[in-house]
């Protein structure tokens, strides 16, 4: 007010505001804090189309029918936001994962301890008692394996979902391409990654990152053929995404 700006628009200033502070958060590897100022700004943002849609184009200018808050962009920081959650839920699995392996006895252990048992008697008691309290702790292990594994599949959901409204939003921009294959590929959806690839390659075929692309499409297509074997070996849904997922 003091400048007497008055064509700055208080929400989409706010919009900003947010959207930057989300960056500031993004760079520090603050996934969460991120996501809320992104919150923030695709609310604003989205009042502000609401708003410009309810006023009549006639008592608009050029000016402001020209601009428009960039809901895509901000769609795209929070996918990277959402991944990066992600990223912290799985390598918390792995130290779960890690954790259990440890305490489950292995094949080894087992047939001694039934030698042991078999061989003296008295000690059979003691020693199921001792593996009854091991598998509860085991179990209580896998229950929160279960969760991680849970709260890094809907971290990924959240991703996959922004970046693919940013390439509705922005249809020729190809970094949105590109960030919706990679995010279709971490949810193991392979096929549709590679489509998403091919599709920022048709729109920046002279992209310096071509080479890149082509190596991310192959090993999708190997990693698809990866999880058909095992598929077709008898590995479950659940079993094999978790075991992938952890590997990775």
Do not use: W
Request: proline share 4%; aromatic share 6%; glycine share 4%.
């Amino acid at each position: 007010e003091h400048m007497k700006l008055g064509e700055i628009n208080p929400k989409a200033c706010e919009c900003m505001r947010h959207y930057f502070e989300g960056n500031q958060n993004l760079s520090e590897g603050e996934p969460s804090s991120a996501i809320t100022h992104y919150n923030q700004a695709l609310s604003l943002a989205e009042q502000q189309h609401q708003h410009s849609s309810s006023s009549s184009s006639s008592s608009s200018s050029p000016q402001q029918q020209q601009h428009s808050l960039p809901k895509g962009s901000i769609l795209m920081k929070r996918a990277r936001a959402y991944l990066l959650r992600a990223s912290n839920h799985r390598n918390k699995l792995r130290i779960l994962v890690t954790d259990l392996a440890d305490t489950v006895p292995s094949a080894s252990t087992a047939k001694i301890l039934y030698q042991t048992a078999s061989a003296h008697p008295p000690t059979s008691i003691p020693l199921f008692h001792r593996l009854a309290a091991d598998s509860k702790i085991a179990q209580s292990k896998f229950r929160q394996i279960r969760y991680r594994h849970d709260m890094y599949e809907f971290a990924l959901l959240h991703a996959v979902r922004d970046s693919l409204r940013s390439t509705q939003i922005s249809p020729d921009s190809a970094y949105a391409h590109v960030l919706a294959g990679e995010c279709l590929a971490e949810l193991r959806k392979l096929k549709e990654s590679n489509e998403y690839y091919r599709r920022a390659l048709e729109i920046d075929s002279g992209s310096k990152e071509l080479y890149e692309m082509e190596g991310l499409m192959a090993k999708n297509r190997v990693s698809e053929e990866f999880m058909e074997v095992a598929r077709a070996s008898g590995f479950s849904g659940d079993t094999l995404r978790l075991a992938l997922d952890v590997a990775a």
